[in-house]
Nanobody
């Protein structure tokens, strides 16, 4: 079983910053692409930022220039640095990643795990 656990959320004023962390644990060889998603109340979940195993990144237009996704493969960690936060960034944020491991027969197996989500609230 592969688990992802987010931390670092909370309440911050507009213009402030937060850094989300996502720790991976369990039995896996490595993660390939990893992503941050968010879901605001009454809205669909959206992909916020993604990073490949090689470090290439992509962002939704609304966060470009404000958010930075990064990862530390040695520590099995994924991060999202969020600056100049706006009220419309308020949402539950989820990390998600595609992992690779070998099954009991020694065969490569891929899968996807999601974190449980963490609340980020931007309010004065």
């Amino acid at each position: 079983q592969v688990q992802l656990v987010e931390s670092g959320g909370g309440l911050v004023q507009p213009g402030g910053s937060l850094r989300l962390s996502c720790e991976a644990s369990g039995s896996f060889l490595r993660f390939n692409a990893m992503n941050w998603h968010r879901q605001a109340a009454g809205k669909e979940r959206e992909l916020v930022a993604g990073i490949t195993s090689g470090g290439s990144t992509n962002y939704v237009d609304s966060v470009k220039g404000r958010f930075t996704i990064s990862r530390d493969n040695a520590k099995n960690m994924l991060y999202l640095q969020m600056n100049n936060l706006k009220p419309e960034d308020t949402a539950v944020y989820y990390c998600e990643g595609d992992w690779l491991r070998y099954n009991d027969h020694g065969e490569p197996t891929v899968g996807r795990s999601w974190g449980q989500g963490i609340q980020v609230t931007i309010s004065a």
